[in-house]
């Protein structure tokens, strides 16, 4: 009998797979992505790039929204605390605001939609990355 994965399991693994996702999405041909805060270039899988929310990740309403998440490099992710209000100038103030909204909405996903999200952004992964190879 296999054992049903914990929901802390399942959300990290769907970070895993949508943060790739999201590099991969807005990566050139070449597979670089560009800082949405800085305009510094890196490899999408490696160069310190990583999946920057605008909105934080403990607001689950906007987690997994992609247009809250965009590419940053690590030192503007981490160091600078993701630079809330440069990203906000990248996103305009229309699509700021309606993620503010948007996050302060309590949601609450299931496993099951966890799974689904899962296998999707796997999926979508697998078939940007063939681009790459």
Not at 29 to 37: D, L
């Amino acid at each position: 009998m296999s054992k049903k994965p914990k929901r802390k399991t399942l959300v990290k693994n769907l970070d895993t797979v949508f943060s790739e996702y999201i590099r991969l999405k807005n990566a050139n041909k070449q597979g670089y992505c560009t800082c949405v805060t800085c305009g510094k270039s890196g490899y999408w899988e490696k160069d310190g790039i990583h999946a920057g929310h605008f909105m934080s990740r403990k607001h689950f309403s906007t987690r997994w929204d992609e247009t809250n998440v965009y590419p940053q490099c690590h030192y503007c992710n981490t160091y600078q605390y993701g630079e809330q209000y440069k990203y906000s100038l990248f996103l305009g103030k229309e699509q700021s605001e309606k993620l503010l909204n948007k996050s302060r909405n309590i949601v609450k996903f299931t496993d099951k939609e966890l799974k689904e999200m899962i296998l999707l952004y796997k999926k979508i992964v697998n078939a940007l990355k063939l681009e790459y190879i």
